[in-house]
Each structure stands twice: as C-alpha cells, then as structure tokens.
C-alpha cells in the first residue's frame, strides 16, 4: 500500500486542486477518485443506462471500454479509446454522479481499479471514501471541508471557466443534495475519520491549503 495522502471531504471544497499541487510537490501520483465516478456516470447516460439494476451494471462496467491511465503521475479516463475531459464536468454528470456511486456494483468495480493504481505507486488521493474504505493505512488521511457559499462561487467559477452558465442557486443546490446523497447513503458513506487532519478551507487560499497539509505530511514522515 502506497497512498500517502487520503484526502476526503465535500463537494468543490478545494480536494481536486489542493491534491494536484501536493502531489506535484511530492513527485507522486495524484489520483482523483471523482473523474472515476463520473466516467462510469458519463458511460451510462451515453447508454442510458442510469436505472439499471446492481446486477446488469456489473456486467455492463466489466465489459465496458472505459480504461483507467497513469500517464506522467496523472490519471487519464478513455472511453472507446477517446480522452474524457471535459465531458466528465458538466451539470448533468454533477447531477447525476451521486446516485451512480451509491452502487455496490459501481463502487466495487472502482474501488479495486484504484487499489491496483496503489499498488505500484506512491499517491495523493482524492474522493470521499479513500482514508475510511479504499487506503485505510494512508500516511496521512485529511477531511477538507468550506462553507456552503464559498463552495458555490468556487464551483460557478469553475463552470464559466468551462463557458457553462448556472445559477449561483442552481450550482449551491447541486453541491449540498450531493452532499447529502454522500453522505448519508449505505456504502461508504463521506464521513471524517477520527484519525484525520481537519482543514477548513474557507478562509485559505490554494497556496495555504497545499502548505498546510505539506507540512503536516513532513510532520508524520519525522515521526512527530
Ligand atoms: O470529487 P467529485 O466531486 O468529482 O466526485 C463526484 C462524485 O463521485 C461525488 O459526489 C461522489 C462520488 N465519489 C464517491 O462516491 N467516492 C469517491 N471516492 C469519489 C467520488
């Protein structure tokens, strides 16, 4: 087991961007946990497949063409050979992507392929189950949280920035009914380890967050 760092939390709370950056500082992979969910949430609305039954989404996500790259200490998602990207971001995978992950199927299915990325790297993981369920012995386990609004506006940001247009009510709705779905479902739900280093990020900037978590890293590494 190689994750050095297991990052959970809510929604647009700074995980994705705080992780990019650690891992770059460390020279480890950074794995987003996320794009795995939305690809396979991306699949089935390509396959109109979003009432299947747990059993036919198994057969379905084993004889998917979706595959699952490290390339230059980053994971990269094709589906029938081409690049997902953007397509993973949009309002409708935003919508639809918790219900996907509270799948037995689905969460399998991923939760193994991203252990076997663990298996021969050292990572800065991201998600909502990493540090409870996927990389229980992480060096370092982190639950990141933001205020609700402050969510929002990162989040519309990021959208515009796609040149999406949403509604800061319509984005702030989507953040906590995910939230919800989250954590409140059966599997593996997001919640805060007990062992976890808590950061709010708030007030943060980018910069603050990645040094904050930094230094906590070397902390565990010294043995402090
Ligand atoms: O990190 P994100 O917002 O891109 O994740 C999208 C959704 O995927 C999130 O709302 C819940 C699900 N997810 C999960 O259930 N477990 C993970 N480890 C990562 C994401």
């Not at 595959?67 to 990269?76: A, H, Q, S, T, V």
């Not at 369920?133 to 990141?144: E, G, I, S, Y």
């Not at 062992?195 to 990020?201: C, I, L, P």
């Not at 070397?218 to 402090?224: C, D, F, I, L, Y």
């Amino acid at each position: 087991m190689k994750c050095v760092v297991a990052i959970d939390g809510t929604a647009s709370s700074g995980k994705s961007t705080t992780a990019r950056l650690l891992a770059k500082k460390l020279g480890v992979t950074y794995l987003d946990t996320g794009a795995m969910y939305r690809a396979v949430t991306y699949l089935l609305l390509q396959e109109d497949g979003l009432q299947a039954s747990d059993g036919l989404l198994q057969k379905v996500l084993l004889s998917s063409p979706l595959e699952f790259k490290i390339l230059n200490r980053k994971l990269y998602v094709y589906l029938d050979g081409k690049l997902l990207e953007n397509e993973l971001r949009t309002p409708e995978v935003d919508r639809w992507v918790s219900h996907v992950a509270e799948h037995l199927s689905v969460r399998a299915f991923l939760v193994a392929k991203q252990r076997e990325i663990g298996k021969r790297r050292r990572l800065v993981c991201e998600g909502r189950d990493i540090g409870s369920v996927v990389f229980p012995d992480a060096a370092l386990k982190v639950f990141m949280t933001c205020d609700l609004e402050e969510r929002t506006r990162r989040r519309k940001k990021e959208l515009i920035e796609k040149g999406i247009e949403r509604g800061f009510e319509e984005v702030k709705l989507n953040l906590q009914k995910r939230d919800e779905i989250d954590s409140t479902r059966k599997l593996s739900p997001l919640t805060r380890t007990t062992d976890a280093f808590y950061v709010d990020t708030t007030h943060l900037t980018i910069e603050e967050q990645v040094e904050l978590i930094e230094a906590e890293v070397q902390k565990r590494m010294e043995g402090k």
